[in-house]
């Protein structure tokens, strides 16, 4: 702010004239702390504002870095071509944060967050709720760093990542944003599934900052068809693991031995592929596994129990987290009604007459796997193109 009051924001100010307020030593001030604030600039510097040292504005942690000051212009300026009220940097005192870019559309409210920095999971969420309670979504765009391709519909995934899936105002349809400042790109990743701890599917599209449209961030994609072919893959190379006493499948394995069962030998239906937002941190293959053993293996035609039974066994065996497995549960019960092994009726579900193939063997389970997810996956494409 000037002495004056009135908001100033450097980049829409020729380097004469910011060259002039710092040769007057101009005043000007913090909006959130009211502290003096001087400006920074020179060659390779974009010019900003910087606290003095050691104030006690909780704006001023960490600073700002060229990387992150470059991409914050750029995409304020690509939102602001957009029929849309468009603010930088505003401050919500009542949550004391700062939005990087404010948008409102209608009654709509978004802040977008341009974080090139790691953060924690528990700064992400204060922040992410603290817009929830003003009735604000927020959107957060990753810089490009982040990005790490392994192959040609697979990323690399960590805690940090996994976060910003989990805070997707979309619950049905989860995406990830990065932006490359230095190359003015926007990469979106649609379609999220795990497929190993550190291993997300994904279906990534690349636009130049100037050919993408405001629209195009919420737009749903069509899953690729070599999904069905990687998922295929994973089920194999799951199948086939070979681990040493220790490791989440080798207790698996220790666990369906002393009930009567193969993980080799497992149904198909044991590896249905859950949507990232649906998933906990336990891997899927493990937790359907648990309820075709505990339940779905028990169950003869016409058997009917209710759905919160269901996710009454689940939580039994993980007592000790505080996993939450409803969103995973419902969209698995729909995946196997979809599939025709069960009915799901109000709150309950009801087995029908189709068979549950638990194979005789490694080979029978390896075929049996082409079989169901070549039907599968047709099923599920033509449904969504349907949609």
Known sequence: MSKAGE???LFRHSQEQIAGWKQNKDLFY???CKERVIIRSGDRVIPHFAHLPHTECFLSAGGEGAYHERGKLQLFKWLSH???QTELEVYFPEILQRADIFIRIGQKKLAIEFQCARISQEEIFRRTQGYKSLGIDSIWILGAKYLKQKGPYTFQTNH???TFICSSPRKDYPQLFFYDPFLSEMAILHHLYPLQASKVFAKQLVYPLSKLHFKHLFQKEKVPSSFSEIWL???HRLRNKVEGSYGTIYKLRRWLYQKGYLFQHLPSICFLPIPYQAAVSIPFYKWQTELYVSCLANLKTGDRIDIAQLKKMLDSFYSKSTMDFSAGLDIYLLLLHQS???????TSILRTNQEIIYYPSQEQAFLGDQSFFNQ????????????
């Open 376 to 387: 599968f996956f047709t099923v599920k494409k033509a449904k969504y193109e349907h949609e």
């Open 340 to 346: 025709g092994y069960i009915e799901i009726q109000s």
């Open 7 to 9: 908001s100033v924001f």
């Open 233 to 235: 893959k994973e089920v």
């Open 82 to 84: 957009f029929n849309m």
């Open 30 to 32: 913090c909006p959130a």
């Open 160 to 162: 940090f990542l996994d």
